[in-house]
């Protein structure tokens, strides 16, 4: 893997900030897009822009066939059974809601449990809370130990035969931690509740298989594995999305209306009312395909050496206490710095030329864990380099000064 | 172009780091909390307002960054004395010098010490972080009952 070549593939890499060489560090909030993908969407629009599943006519016909290759390059990726288990949303947010929403409405009564984790992003929290409060069932978290992993002991404690679903998150934006979510969701199954995995986070930086951990509903973002914003992905089987009732209605999720009655469309459009993002669905597959054509091994590997690199660092640094030191941890290295708050350090490396993120990462019971309010992050992608881990704690050294 | 420093002066590290009138005001006659959910920043301000609505005593306690530390400090010395009246001008003035484009000097006539924090100005995400502790002292005397919100 040659790390010049691929940084060669990403246009925003190549700019200054405030003089200095942009150091990108902030891949967990989103990743940066290739030339390929923004090519890709540039040509839908200059060339094939038009609605889907309706025209007769050739550009519609073209922008169909490239949206519905876009869902069997996904369906492939997460290795779903069938194209109807993938049904496109605005994100993981929008999908964590639809299985809240329709799954939940229809499946969940008062005397119920729904089980999340500790280290739970706010889109993994607060849908399952709304659900509660409307119908009456209870929401338990699964507790973690200081160095951000799960307490799998009070897991196996905290199931019975009342969880109904279990939310994993797959790798904690927070924290880096990645979850045995295999394991999990054999316990989870083996009382019959269902599990959701939240993968905004992992699945630019691991493999992840639906059929061989047997996941009942995942969730995902386009914007995290170098495609476009606003658009994401809910792969769930295929029996349970034919039970669930629509989430919302409108045009291309029906078979046939009258002021009676509706009849709702097959899957996996029944899920996907209204002109969905076609050209981000689009680019959405053409960045699944630039991972695909890097693979997984590679990525792995070469992104463990950079986390490596930079902890060693950060164990070094006077006055740095990390955020989040599981043993199977990827990508983010979450901080904090004795005097200098987290936001006064994203100011102070901005003007470096570093981005970093500061603030509670939409995670506040993980900030409420360790009691800190905030944590600056820096989190890697494939694209960066040992160089730019240099940068940052050049950066972060003289934000001490500053403060000292 | 802003430099860091023109931000982080001598003054802000000063206050950041031993906050005047840190603490719980008891009694006081108005107190609100203040939140900005961008950040977590989290502010409780106690006010001590007589009859001729003059602010006898003022102030607060809570976790921020620098500019939001410093700037509650630096608002509390510059409050005490000064009546309502007075603290609406300050707020507006304030307001205005944290917003307002960079060729627009800041009211040091009314704002004195406090124009230390006009280069906020050019670090657009911050600016929040030093109003926050206005805007609480703010629904504190309209007595809003609800927590100051920077958005």
Known sequence: MNIQEIRKDFPTLHQEVFGHPLVYLDNAATTQKPQCVIDTIRNYYEKDNSNIHRGVHSLSERATKDYEAARETIRA???????????????????????????????????????????????????????????????????????????????????????????????????????????????????????????????????????????????????????????????????????????????????????????????????????????????????????????????????????????????????????????????????????????????????????????????????????????????????????????????????????? | MFSLGDLYQQVIIDHTKAPRNFGKLEPCSHDAEGFNPLCGDQLHVYLQINDDNIIEDVKFEGQGCSISTASASLMTENLKGKSIDEFEHMFDAFHEMATADMDTPPDEETLGKLAVLAGVKEFPSRIKCATLCWHTVKSAIEDAGQPARTE
């Open chain 1, 77 to 404: 990726f997460f290795n779903a059974k069938s194209t109807k288990e993938v049904i496109f949303t605005r994100g993981t947010t929008e999908s964590i809601n639809l299985v809240a929403s329709s799954w939940g409405g229809a499946n969940i009564g008062k005397d119920d449990e729904i089980l999340i984790t500790h280290m739970e992003h706010h889109s993994n929290i607060v849908p399952w809370q709304m659900l509660c409060e409307r119908t009456g069932a209870k929401l338990k978290v699964i507790p973690m130990n200081e160095a951000g992993e799960l307490d799998l002991i009070a897991y196996a404690e905290l199931l019975n035969e009342r969880t109904k679903l279990v939310g994993i998150v797959h790798m904690s934006n927070a924290l880096g931690t990645i979850n045995p979510i295999a394991d999990m969701i054999k316990q989870a199954h083996a009382v019959g509740a269902k599990v959701l995995i939240d993968g905004a986070q992992a699945a630019a930086h691991l493999p992840t298989d639906m059929q061989a951990l047997d996941i009942d509903f995942y969730a995902t973002s386009a914007h995290k594995m170098y495609g476009p914003t606003g658009v994401g992905v809910l792969i769930a089987k295929e029996a349970l999305l034919n039970a669930m009732p629509p989430y919302q209605g409108g045009g291309d999720m029906i078979l046939m209306v009258t002021f009676e009655k509706t009849q709702y469309n097959e899957l996996p459009h029944k899920f996907e009312a209204g002109t969905p993002n076609i050209a981000g669905v689009i680019g959405f597959g053409a960045a699944l395909k630039y991972i695909q054509n890097i693979g997984f091994t590679a990525i792995e590997k070469r992104e463990k050496e950079l986390l490596d690199y930079a902890t060693k660092k950060a164990q070094a640094f006077d006055g740095l206490r990390q955020i989040g030191t599981a043993k199977h941890k990827a990508c983010v290295l979450s901080f904090v710095l004795d005097g200098v708050h987290p936001h006064d350090l994203g100011t102070i490396l901005d003007r470096e030329g570093v981005a970093i993120r500061a603030g509670h990462h939409c995670a506040m019971p993980v900030m409420q864990f360790y009691k800190v309010p905030a944590t600056a992050r820096a989190s890697f992608s494939i694209y960066n380099t040992e160089a730019e881990v240099d940068a940052l704690f050049e950066a972060l050294e003289k934000a001490r000064d500053m403060f000292a």
